[in-house]
C-alpha cells in the first residue's frame, strides 16, 4: 500500500474513513466538524498539507494585508478569533489563529505532505480512492487509502493571468499579485496594475505612493460606502442564503453592493485621486499597453491582480465531469465521484465557502453527509 507516516500503534495499512486535502481555513473548519462527528485523528481521518507550516495560503499574503471584518466575524466553528490591537487585523494575526486553532482542537494536520494525484484504487465504486503525497523536505512520498477524500486546497496555488495579445512580447516585468511582498521592487517604476477588486484597489494605494500607476478594468469599479465592511457583506449573503432556503426570491447579493471595500487605504487613495481606472486595454506592446484607439501608456511593470482558480491539478486522474470552469458537484459533492468532496472554493461549494466565516456551514454540511454515508454517528448539534 506503500509507506505512511502516522502515530506510533496506528496500523499504516489500514484504510483510513477520511483524508482532508489542504489545512488551511476550509480544511481545518472540515476537520473539526469531523472530530464532533467522532471520527478519530489519526485512526479514522488525516489532513494532508503541502505547506511546511500552519496558517494555509494566509502565510504567503503579503504583509500590510488586513482582514475586511474584526475578528469576531472573522472565525472558524468553535472558537472565536481572539481580539487585536486593531478592528481589522492583519494576515499575520490570522496566521496565528489558525495554528493555534489546529493545536486547540488537536486536528490531525501533517504539514509538509503536497498532495499529487486522487485515483480509484479499484473498478469498485463503492471501494477506496488512493491519496498520493509527493516527498518534501524530511517526509518521504507515502499514500493513502481512503473511503472518502475532500478537497480544501483553496486558489492560492493557481494564480490567473488572462491571455492578451502580444503578452510574450512584453520587454517589462509581469508579475501577479500572488508575487506581491510590499511596493518596494516598483519604486520609481511606471506600472500598470490590472483588475478591478478588492486586491488590485489596495495594491494600488500602495504602489502609487512610490510609483507612476495606470489603473485598467473590464468595467468601472464599484466602490462600497465607506461604513460598509465584511460585517455587512455576511450580513447580506446570510439573508440571501436563508430567503434561497426558504424557497423565496433571490434578494441579490454582495455582488450587487460594489466590489471595492474603502479600507483606510484605499480612502487615502481615493483622496489622493488615485481610484481613477481607465478601460482595459486591448493589446500588450513590448514597452507597454495599446488600446482599441490607438492611445498607449508605456510601461515598466504589469501587476495582475485578475484572481485564482481552484487549485485541482490533484483530482485530474479522475476524470470528473465539468460545470464551466470547475468540477460539478451537487453541493460539495462530486457528482460522478460520491466519495469526494470539495469544499471552500467559493459559492459553486456553499455561499461564502471560501471565506473565514462562511466556510463553517459548508463544512458542516458537508460533514454530515460523510457521516451519513459512512454510517457513522451524526455531528452533535450547536
Keep these: 500500500m506503500g509507506s505512511r507516516p502516522g502515530p506510533p500503534g496506528v496500523d499504516p495499512e489500514r484504510p483510513l474513513d477520511v483524508v482532508v486535502i489542504g489545512a488551511g481555513q476550509s480544511g481545518l473548519a472540515v476537520a473539526y466538524y469531523l472530530r464532533r462527528a467522532g471520527f478519530a485523528p489519526h485512526r479514522d481521518v488525516v489532513v494532508l498539507d503541502a505547506n511546511e507550516r500552519p496558517g494555509g495560503a494566509w502565510q504567503h499574503l503579503w504583509p500590510s494585508m488586513r482582514l475586511f471584518s474584526p475578528p469576531s466575524f472573522s472565525s472558524l466553528p468553535g472558537w472565536m478569533m481572539p481580539a487585536a490591537d486593531t478592528d481589522y487585523p492583519p494576515a499575520t494575526h490570522v496566521v496565528d489563529y489558525l495554528a493555534r486553532y489546529e493545536q486547540r482542537y488537536d486536528l490531525p494536520v501533517l504539514h509538509g505532505h503536497p498532495v499529487t494525484s486522487v485515483t480509484r484504487a479499484d473498478d469498485d465504486l463503492s471501494g477506496l480512492l ?28 493557481r494564480p490567473f493571468v488572462p491571455r492578451y495579445p502580444g503578452i510574450e512580447s512584453f520587454a517589462g516585468r509581469q508579475w501577479h499579485s500572488a508575487d506581491y511582498r510590499g511596493p518596494e521592487p516598483y519604486a520609481g517604476r511606471r506600472v500598470v496594475i490590472v483588475g478591478g477588486g478588492n486586491t488590485a484597489a489596495q495594491l494600488l494605494a500602495e504602489i502609487s505612493l512610490v510609483a507612476e500607476t495606470t489603473w485598467v478594468t473590464l468595467r468601472p469599479p464599484k466602490f462600497l460606502p465607506d461604513d460598509v465592511d465584511g460585517r455587512v ?15 423565496e426570491r433571490d434578494p441579490g447579493g454582495v455582488a450587487g453592493l460594489g466590489d471595492v471595500v474603502m479600507v483606510e487605504s484605499v480612502r487615502d487613495a481615493r483622496d489622493r485621486r488615485v481610484l481613477e481606472a481607465e478601460a482595459m486595454f486591448e493589446r500588450i506592446t513590448p514597452t507597454g499597453i495599446e488600446w482599441g484607439d490607438g492611445s498607449s501608456q508605456e510601461a515598466d511593470v504589469i501587476l495582475w491582480c485578475t484572481g485564482f482558480r481552484p487549485d485541482l491539478p490533484h483530482l485530474a486522474p479522475l476524470g470528473l465531469r465539468r460545470d464551466g470552469t470547475h468540477p460539478a458537484t451537487t453541493g460539495t459533492q462530486a457528482i460522478d465521484e ?44 450547536r
Excluded: K, M, N, Q
Excluded at 523536505?137 to 475532500?150: E, G, K, L, N, Q
Design 233 to 247: 457583506l455576511f450580513d447580506v449573503a446570510t439573508a440571501r442564503r436563508r430567503a434561497l432556503d426558504a424557497g
Design 338 to 381: 460520491p466519495r469526494l468532496h470539495l469544499v471552500g472554493y467559493g459559492d459553486w461549494t456553499g455561499p461564502a465557502s471560501a471565506t473565514l466565516i462562511g466556510v463553517g456551514r459548508t463544512a458542516r454540511e458537508a460533514v454530515r453527509e460523510i457521516a451519513t454515508d459512512l454510517a457513522r454517528p451524526g455531528i452533535t448539534p
Design 130 to 157: 488512493l491519496v498520493s503525497t509527493a516527498g518534501a523536505a524530511d517526509h518521504p512520498a507515502s499514500s493513502w487509502h481512503a473511503r472518502t477524500v475532500v478537497s480544501a486546497t483553496g486558489t492560492w496555488g
